[in-house]
């Protein structure tokens, strides 16, 4: 029986990539628009896992399918957009319903951008500071109405500008109107926190649940410090995710949350036990105990010594 080649194609230019969709080449060999929703074109969906050499920006009305979002089902029909970097694995997203899968994979706007087409430019920098880069499909951005209209309405602009007579302003232009587009998600991600409120919530105590068990059942003595990446696989998120979501309830990121247990079980066993600063570094997961009163005079402006003769 032969086997299956499980390993991701890689596109390395936008020709290549096009030329697999079953679309002509790019009209500019850095950047390239397809918009599946106002022009009848057939797009051939890859079906295999890929990895682009360059960012990708899709909007679509339509998913289809109920996809996991963190512990939870959402479905997805009212659309949305996602993103990916350079050198990102991407899967192709299963519909639910088979015989319409040709059909919704045409009603997208997918926008890709070769790293090079930035360069020169602020965003060339600001683009990776974006974490929404490194979100997973299931933590899609789902759009309002209103919020649709605005991000097609960026599209179009770009659509536009790209085939129109290239000329000296026209990369200024079409960066700029990138530049815009991703300030529009970030705010939109912001705001789906809030309006995902609930399930956030959840997560949010999830997360605290996940930490108190982490300790009570001593992993740090088996694995040391709990990670970020810990955390979210545990609540199968992607960690940037994991970070923008704490963020915007507790002011904290994920790595800060962590510290702040860390702190909290800390201060416990200063106060209650009669365990030496080093014992208690490595019963939370510090290799040196240096570590440890570096990182707890950096939260209390005590070092741990310090702290516990203040309850004698």
Do not use: W
């Not at 479905?75 to 996602?82: K, S």
């Not at 997360?207 to 001593?218: G, K, M, R, S, T």
């Amino acid at each position: 029986m032969k086997k299956n080649n499980s390993r991701p194609r890689q596109f390395k230019s936008l020709s290549e990539a096009l030329h697999t969709l079953g679309l002509p080449g790019p009209k500019h060999p850095l950047i390239t628009l397809i918009n599946g929703i106002d022009n009848s074109i057939e797009v051939k969906t890859p079906t295999q896992n890929h990895i682009l050499n360059f960012y990708k920006i899709s909007f679509r009305p339509r998913m289809g399918g109920t996809i996991r979002y963190g512990q939870t089902h959402f479905d997805f029909n009212e659309g949305g957009m996602l993103f990916a970097a350079p050198n990102q694995i991407i899967g192709h997203l299963k519909e639910q319903n088979s015989t319409n899968e040709n059909q919704d994979n045409n009603l997208q706007i997918t926008l890709l951008i070769d790293p090079d087409f930035l360069l020169n430019y602020p965003l060339s920098k600001k683009i990776k500071q974006y974490n929404y880069f490194s979100y997973a499909v299931n933590e899609a951005l789902h759009l309002s109405d209103k919020e649709k209209e605005i991000i097609l309405s960026v599209f179009r602009i770009i659509e536009d500008e790209l085939d129109s007579r290239i000329d000296e302003f026209s990369q200024d232009v079409v960066v700029s109107q990138i530049d815009l587009l991703l300030n529009y998600a970030n705010r939109f991600y912001k705001r789906q926190f809030l309006t995902r409120k609930e399930v956030n919530i959840t997560m949010l105590q999830n997360v605290d649940e996940i930490l108190e068990a982490y300790f009570n059942e001593q992993k740090p003595l088996e694995i040391g410090l709990p990670s970020v990446n810990y955390l979210a696989n545990c609540l199968h998120i992607t960690p940037g995710y994991l970070s923008d979501m704490l963020r915007s309830f507790t002011g904290l990121n994920a790595q800060q949350h962590i510290h702040n247990k860390l702190i909290e079980k800390a201060k416990l066993r200063l106060s209650n036990t009669e365990l030496s600063v080093g014992e208690i570094a490595f019963q939370l997961g510090f290799e040196y105990p240096q570590s440890f009163s570096k990182l707890f005079k950096s939260k209390t402006n005590f070092s741990p010594k310090e702290f516990r003769q203040s309850f004698n």
